[in-house]
């Protein structure tokens, strides 16, 4: 696998209270799942820049500070996208109520109950669950 063919990603895990805020992918990858908001991380852009803008663009949503959770391999060159390197972050609420734009379908804040009954992206229940049951701490 070259390096050079994957591309860079973000998204950000948006706590608020025992709530946690999901789009609907309108593009692929993941079209019609249930994930994040965030997308490609642009060439001049670290990538906590790269999680901010896409997370307005998205939803309009502003978040303190962003903690690194993981990153993943996305493999989605099947459904003619690409290989992305995919950075999650988790970050508190601070202002704005989701309104989904970009390539967000919906954007809202969603409680764990309504989360489990979503059509989910891989891994985004299991860092839902890290963050509601306090094994990953967001600074306030």
Known sequence: MNEATIVPAVSVAVLRERTIMLVRRGRAPSKGLYAFP???VEAYETLEDAARRELMEETGIAVGMLVPLREILIDSRAEGASLYRLTVFGARHVGGEPASGDDADEAAFHDLE????LPLTDSTLEIVLELLDGRVILPA
């Open 114 to 117: 309504a989360i489990e009954r």
């Open 38 to 40: 965030g997308g490609r």
